[in-house]
């Protein structure tokens, strides 16, 4: 009995973390465009880094940034500072995660859409 | 914890003391994306550094005493060791 409610409890954890994942690629496909900024022209990076945000989202309830080592992760994601989009890309454009790009910078490629499907294979391939 | 070879050690400062020759630890997260930029890089560093330079890594989510006791922040961050001793970091 104690097994299948783990094993339910997991695939409701990949459902959640599926639904994360896309609203997570939606939402950075709108700020692309929204900020004037690009994509890696290595797409595993953003795929890497929207994984990470949609994993804090499903454990913190909200999208954390993934490119820092934190005391206090509830605390980071209650206070909202780190949240993607974080106050230093809101104010500077400076994304250290290389999630959101401007178009000189030397790793930009020259795309402002990443599909589901590439984020969830990749993604997939490291797990 | 090293790039080629999974070694257990009792802990952080043991692993460092080990090796005569200056160890780089790449802290690190599974879902920091530059932080897989920087760990090919530092394969390959490793790879042509080997003798004088040992390469490792550390997941600060799997370890986050070791990202606590060494203050880090923003991922990656490469920190040199000498004789267990930090010598220089860079910040990614």
């Given at each position: 009995m104690t097994l299948l409610r783990a094993e339910i409890k997991d695939e409701e954890h990949e459902k959640k973390l599926e639904k994360a994942l896309k609203s997570m690629t939606g939402f950075t496909n709108s700020y692309l465009k929204k900020?004037?900024?690009?994509?890696?022209?290595?797409p595993t990076i953003p795929s890497v880094v929207i994984k990470g945000l949609a994993e804090h989202k499903v454990s913190l309830g909200a999208p954390l940034c993934p490119c820092r080592f934190y005391d206090d992760k509830e605390k980071e994601a209650k206070d909202g500072?780190?949240?993607?989009?974080?106050?230093?890309?809101?104010?500077?454009?400076?994304?250290h995660c290389m999630l959101f790009l401007e178009e000189d910078n030397s790793f930009a490629g020259t795309e402002q859409n990443i599909e589901f499907e590439t984020?969830?294979?990749?993604?997939?391939?490291?797990s | 914890m090293t790039l080629y070879e999974k070694k257990k050690f009792k802990n952080f400062d043991e692993m460092l003391t080990s090796y005569t020759e200056p160890v780089l630890v790449d802290f690190y997260a599974v879902w920091c994306g530059p932080c897989q930029l920087m760990s090919s890089e530092l394969s390959a560093l490793g790879s042509r550094l080997s003798g004088s330079?040992?390469?490792?890594?550390?997941?600060?989510?799997?370890?986050?005493?070791?990202g606590d006791k060494y203050k880090i922040e923003g991922l990656p961050t490469c920190v040199l060791f000498k004789d267990g001793k930090e010598v220089k970091r860079l910040v990614g």
């Open positions: 900020t004037s900024t690009v994509l890696c022209s290595d500072y780190w949240n993607c989009p974080c106050v230093p890309m809101r104010e500077r454009k400076e994304c984020v969830k294979k990749i993604t997939g391939e490291m | 330079l040992k390469v490792a890594k550390v997941d600060t989510d799997a370890y986050p005493q070791l």
